[in-house]
């Protein structure tokens, strides 16, 4: 258990390495083959050559990729300092760098913006767990029946719909038609109250989309299930028929689920944008989209370096759950 | 059939007049009618260069800005976005400032930290102005001459504190000797020699060569007095330390900003600012109709951006809430450019056949129509600055005769051009501006029916500096025509024309005179314009320089920028200035209610 | 899984399929030759997936006759008719967006372009963009899926890591900072179809390790079965066995991945308008429509409506397509 642990750990930091690299190459290296200046648009409506100069500098944009690469690296352990023109700018430790543009280093206002982003993507799983999950075991136990046929047709409308389209047409009849429901964000420590107002349409919002899927994989899962040899014995052992859905069925239904669940709340950790622009909800995908309106470098690197991480580590969870979940899985 | 749609055409601009025309008079009429109700809204227009509910405002109270955009940076010398102008006088001062007063009046300049408006001398090469008395920081520090002069001097370190206007740089300091008080070896960082401080309470400038715009330059908010040991140079912007009447309290990028009272400023020391709210805050909001709808619902009082509403909110208001609109001329002119750089845009009259092939009503539409887009464009000089003739100068008859498109004059420019059959370019568009998008595709659209074949490319719009401002990346391009617009930084054809049109402004990177215009009696009218003190002459002048531009067609302009902005039945003491291009006045708004 | 930013629809729908192909052909390619004959039957009998089906051939043919039908009602997508626009709200000036006999579902609000014109010429953009980046994906996935998964050792472990590091990185961000960098003029394509090349390329790019991992898993076990044992003891080689012994067992997981990722991937490519670097104007796209038309959601449904409607259809048409086709070839569902 621990040696595996440490090899995936490994291989999930080998994977980091391999992603702020690629991030690297597509912001610095292309652009410099298609003849795009960075450095030119970090700067405002008149640019003074001096202001390109002395980003260029803090950004050291003209180091080869190796060596930006490493400052980054380093950065995060011992912090870093950015001088050019007679301006310091010092960047603490973990410092994920620093952007010019706003006048701000990454790493606070990831962690400033992080438990927006988290609040929305946990809300919304359990939702949709519940929803999706019980509706696809529903459908798995009725199949063909009118039940089935109805919410597999709704399901299909989720998968169908996007977000940005569903999510207007809820702030526009809920909110801003009916009234019932603010919509608007407000932190948890202000008012709970007014933080579950501004969260529960981006949860439903979200929770549409995802419990639609999870809805169909459940019931797919389960009729696979229904019918492998381990379930008809159970039933000739003259199990009831709810012993046999819960204590068996159910749990090798969970494996895929719980894969899909890990990769798709590391995925939103890392920034559900469409969602928060939408809704205006102050996160880390709203961010890395400003970002990258602005051309805002080091917070796009930062976002993605933080999704990737989200993502690994849910896996990494979801692999270490299995075992406890079907012992049929045995860690390789 | 084709009898039958123009008559149909005809009906529906009619009809379009009508609802126009209808929408005006009621304004007019009842704007007097809402305006007894207490809470009620003012009216149409009722904000429109007058002054809406002076008499309702109460002092105290959370005033509520929202925007989908923040300022490029909240330090007085790197700001450059007009509203970030607007709002820092909330926490800034200058020597001079603007009247507040609504509309032209707007833009007259009166003393704000200075007591008169100073002495000139030398014919115009020396200024002289003496400070207030009580004026103080927000820590209770009287502001000094030598907080002004550090202040400004600011502007000369370019490469920590980029983005806001270098008048006053190229004015005291054309051959750049200073390098910025970052870089000055002097004890107190005071060494810029056109500037002296006799003593803490006089301030003299020294200029090589007169400026007949120089006390605007001084009015701007880049020469607000900052103060040395609170100078975080590159950061700054996170915090400026306040000299008016609000302090910041937090500020996040992005997501909010919150002004409180200033509780050092003195009202007795500040003729200008009537600090009625005790807060002032803003939201920002990623989604525009989200933001429209929560002006309309009455969570936030109005929009920080001044740039008008979306087409969904904008079209719920002019239903639901007219009230509560107004309508001002923006001082920006939108207009396509024509590098002559790029062939075959080299030749005059190819430039004219894009000028006659136009459809200028379809253009118009597309920039919002004639209420959200504004007025036709016919030539170059917005209406606010001196000098500006508005829609009576139309050489090319665009909202005449030619304004759905002059296709047979179009061919014989193209002829005449060289080019009978038309010719293929280029049209470049900020991919971050739908309007400039739709508008593109008007143009594409129109000129398709005159033989000349436009591809329009989006460029990415936060580089704007480095790609359609690099006249060589615009030649390799081949970027026949570039969609854009501008508006005055104050209102002379110096602070709105000289870059884009004065051929010692054509720059490498940055450059603005994307028409590459190297026309020697333009530099010459600039020049005289520069020195001449004269008020009628500089007018006089202006007009000259705008037609010489026009008949260069070395641009297209679209429309005399108009916007719909949304004003709160909350707020008192509403107008608009032509100070800041149309905008309200942020700094004396006030709320009806004092919670 | 691939696009932590575009979210759901285009992220889980490919595990969706993936779990469900997984579930369904578990170890049934035993069946061999007669299995398609036996699917092709029961598909018949699936009223719901012969209408899919039936729905996506019409779409099908729409987007390649968009030309001639838009001709046949006297409308291009691209002329303008500012005529039919209310200048002062932007909006058509006839009812229900103005829906005419000349303009059968109505005009734009701005331009007044013919949106029936620009919905037909919209299916060639979202068909293209949907089956093409499936095509890419479906093709890298199988190869380097069977490699891994027939190879073993150290091929396996380092397809399996790209495979990884790919789900792991965010998609929708690096087709955003692609999009922006790249030329407007690429191997002899201009404009649209470069973005349209893009689109293709680095949605099916980062398909693949999805399908990948399939074909991996199904390959894995497919390769200690019998009748592969058979063939190799009777001296068969190695490209023999992968091409005539295993490809075509892996033929229906591969094809009911393909029906379901082609409505995702022309989900994605509407995402990716709605951000800002999808298809170039004045070309029309079903997403460049309905992310325009949220401007208008209120002044002007319509406009929202018909580009929602036909993505709807058609997202649910392949899905329901898909859904038969996975139990055609499920012998397990019929008992």
């Not at chain 3, 578990?26 to 061999?32: S, Y």
């Not at chain 3, 000349?102 to 299916?123: K, M, N």
């Not at chain 3, 029309?284 to 429509?289: P, T």
């Not at chain 3, 949220?294 to 997202?315: C, E, L, N, Q």
């Amino acid at each position: 258990m621990l040696a595996y642990l440490i090899r995936r750990l490994f291989a999930a930091a080998v994977m980091l390495v391999v992603v702020i690299l690629a991030v690297f190459c597509i912001f610095f290296v292309f652009p410099k083959w298609a003849g795009v200046d960075i450095a030119g648009s970090f700067v405002g409506k008149q640019a003074d050559p001096a202001a390109v100069e002395a980003v260029r500098v803090k950004l050291g944009l003209d180091d080869p990729v190796y060596s930006q690469v490493w400052e980054f690296f380093k950065g995060i352990f011992v912090g870093r300092t950015y001088a050019a023109g007679g301006d310091v700018t010092h960047c603490a430790a973990p410092c994920f760098g620093y952007s010019f543009r706003t006048q701000q280093a990454v790493w606070p206002v990831l962690t400033d913006r992080f438990p927006v982003t988290l609040g929305l993507a946990l809300g919304a799983a359990v939702l949709w767990l519940v929803f999706g999950v019980a509706a696809g075991v529903l459908s798995a136990l009725k199949r063909g029946s009118l039940w089935d046929r109805g919410a597999m047709v709704v399901a299909l409308a989720g998968v169908s719909l996007p977000i940005y389209f569903t999510g207007l047409l809820s702030l526009a009849i809920f909110s801003y038609g009916l009234g019932w429901i603010d919509g608007q964000y407000v932190p948890i420590g202000d008012s709970f109250s007014g933080w579950l107002g501004g969260m529960i349409l981006p949860w439903i919002t979200l929770a549409f989309l995802y419990a639609a899927m999870y809805a169909r994989i459940t019931r797919a899962t389960m009729l696979e299930v229904l019918g492998e040899d381990y379930i008809r014995t159970a039933r000739a052992k003259g199990l009831t028929e709810q012993v046999v859905i819960r204590k068996h069925a159910m749990r090798s239904t969970m494996t895929p689920i719980l894969t899909m669940l890990g990769m798709d709340l590391g995925a939103l950790i890392g920034g559900a944008i469409l969602t928060e622009t939408t809704f205006s909800l102050p996160g880390l995908g709203q961010k890395v989209l400003d970002a990258i309106k602005n051309q805002d470098l080091p917070f796009i690197l930062g976002v993605t370096l933080i999704t990737s991480l989200a993502v690994l580590i849910a896996n990494l969870v979801v692999d270490i759950l299995y075992a406890v979940i079907d012992p049929r899985v045995r860690l390789a | 059939m084709t009898t039958q749609r123009t008559s149909g055409r005809r009906k529906q601009a009619l009809a379009a007049a009508a609802v126009v025309a209808g929408l005006l008079t009621t304004a007019a009429c009842g704007g007097g009618k809402d305006d007894g109700g207490k809470n009620g809204a003012a009216g149409f227009n009722a904000a429109n260069n007058k002054i809406a509910q002076a008499s309702l405002v109460k002092k105290g109270g959370e005033l509520k800005f929202a925007s989908t955009q923040d300022a490029d940076s909240w330090d007085t010398t790197r700001g450059y976005y007009g509203f970030m102008w607007d709002f820092s006088r909330y926490y800034s001062r200058q020597l001079l400032t603007y009247k507040t007063q609504p509309g032209a009046a707007g833009a007259e300049l009166t003393p704000d930290l200075a007591t008169d408006m100073g002495q000139v001398a030398d014919g115009g090469k020396t200024y002289t102005f003496h400070l207030r008395d009580g004026i103080t920081w927000e820590d209770g520090k009287p502001i000094t001459s030598k907080d002004i002069k550090y202040g400004i001097e600011r502007a000369w370190a370019q490469d920590v504190l980029s983005g806001g206007p270098v008048y006053l740089k190229d004015v005291l300091d054309p051959d750049g000797a200073y390098k910025g008080p970052y870089k000055d070896t002097s004890a107190d960082h005071l060494g810029l020699k056109a500037i002296d401080t006799p003593d803490d309470k006089t301030i003299v400038f020294h200029l090589p060569k007169p400026n007949s715009d120089f006390l605007q330059m001084v009015a701007l908010t880049s020469a607000s007095p900052v103060r040395q040991d609170k100078d975080t140079k590159s950061q700054y912007g996170l915090h400026p330390f306040s000299s008016g009447p609000y302090k910041f309290q937090s500020y996040s990028p992005g997501k909010s900003l919150v002004l409180v009272r200033n509780t050092n400023w003195k009202a007795s020391s500040d003729p200008v600012r009537k600090a009625y709210p005790d807060k002032i805050s803003i939201k920002f909001f990623t989604n525009a109709n989200d933001m429209d709808q929560r002006l309309l619902a009455g969570d936030y009082d109005l929009d920080l951006a001044q740039t008008g509403m979306s087409p969904q909110g904008r079209t719920t208001a002019l239903k639901a809430h007219k009230a509560n609109l107004d309508n001002p001329v923006s001082g920006y002119v939108r207009y396509a450019v024509f590098p002559q750089s790029v062939k075959p845009f080299d030749n005059i009259h190819c430039r004219k056949a894009v000028l006659y092939g136009a459809d200028h009503v379809s253009l118009q539409t597309a920039r919002g129509g004639p209420i959200a887009g504004g007025d036709i464009g016919t030539n170059m000089l917005p209406p606010s600055v001196p000098g500006a003739e508005g829609q009576k100068y139309d050489p090319y008859e665009m909202a005449g005769a030619n304004k759905n498109g002059n296709a047979a004059k179009a061919k014989e420019e193209l002829k005449a051009c060289g080019k009978p059959n038309g010719f293929s370019t280029t049209i470049a568009v900020r991919n971050n501006k739908p309007v400039e998008v739709a508008t593109a595709e008007s143009l594409q659209a129109s000129l398709k029916k005159v033989g000349i074949n436009a591809q329009i490319d989006q460029y990415d719009g936060s580089q704007t500096a480095g790609i359609i401002g690099s006249p060589s990346n615009v030649n390799k391009k081949g970027y026949g025509i570039i969609i854009m617009g501008w508006g005055p930084d104050f209102p002379s054809v110096q602070g709105y024309g000289m870059p884009l049109w004065d051929s010692s402004y054509i720059l490498q990177s940055g450059n603005n005179n994307y028409a590459l215009i190297k026309d020697k009696s333009i530099d010459k009218m600039f020049d005289d314009f520069v020195t001449t003190l004269d008020e009628s002459k500089k007018t006089q002048l202006s007009t000259e320089i705008n037609h010489k531009v026009m008949e260069g067609a070395y641009y297209l302009p679209f429309t005399f920028e108009k916007f719909i902005n949304w004003r709160s039945s909350r707020l008192a003491n509403v107008y608009t200035t032509n100070s800041y291009n149309g905008m309200y006045d942020f700094v004396n708004l006030g709320l009806k209610s004092s919670k | 899984m691939t696009a932590p930013l575009h979210e759901p629809t285009a992220e889980a729908a490919p595990s969706a399929a993936e779990e469900a192909a997984v579930a369904t052909t578990g170890a049934k390619a035993v069946q061999g030759r007669s299995l398609g004959r036996i699917a092709w039957e029961r598909l018949k009998r699936d009223k719901l997936a012969l209408t899919g089906g039936i729905v996506v051939l019409v779409l099908i043919v729409i987007a390649v006759l968009a030309p001639v039908l838009a001709h046949a009602v006297g409308q291009d997508p691209e002329t303008h008719h500012e005529d039919l626009i209310d200048p002062l709200f932007g909006t058509p000036t006839g009812s229900l967006g103005g829906i005419s006999g000349d303009h059968l579902l109505g005009v734009e609000p701005v331009s007044g372009r013919d949106i029936f014109a620009r919905i037909l010429y919209g299916a060639q953009i979202s068909l293209l963009v949907g089956f093409l980046s499936a095509v890419v994906a479906v093709v890298l996935g199988t190869v380097l899926g069977i490699l891994a998964g027939f190879f073993g050792g150290w091929v396996d472990a380092v397809i399996s890591r790209i495979m990884d590091g790919l789900l792991a990185f965010p998609q929708l961000l690096f087709i955003i900072a692609l999009v922006s960098v790249m030329p407007d003029r690429l191997l002899g394509l201009t404009g649209t179809s470069v973005r349209v090349m893009l689109m293709i390329v680095v949605i099916g790019f980062f398909g693949w390790p999805y399908i990948g991992r399939v074909v991996r898993g199904q390959t894995l076990s497919l390769r200690e079965r019998e009748y592969v044992e058979a063939a190799r003891s009777l001296g068969a080689g190695r490209f023999y066995i992968l091409f005539k012994e295993l490809l075509p067992n892996l033929v229906a997981p591969i094809i009911v991945y393909t029906t379901m990722m082609i409505p995702t991937n022309i989900l994605t490519e509407a995402a990716l308008s709605f951000l800002g670097v999808g298809v170039k104007p004045p070309t029309a796209s079903w997403g460049q429509m309905l992310s325009n038309a949220i401007d208008y959601y209120d002044s002007d449904p319509m406009y929202m409506v018909v580009p929602g409607v036909a993505i709807f259809i058609t997202v649910l048409a392949f899905n329901l397509f898909g859904d038969g086709v996975r139990d055609a070839l499920d012998p397990k569902g019929s008992r």
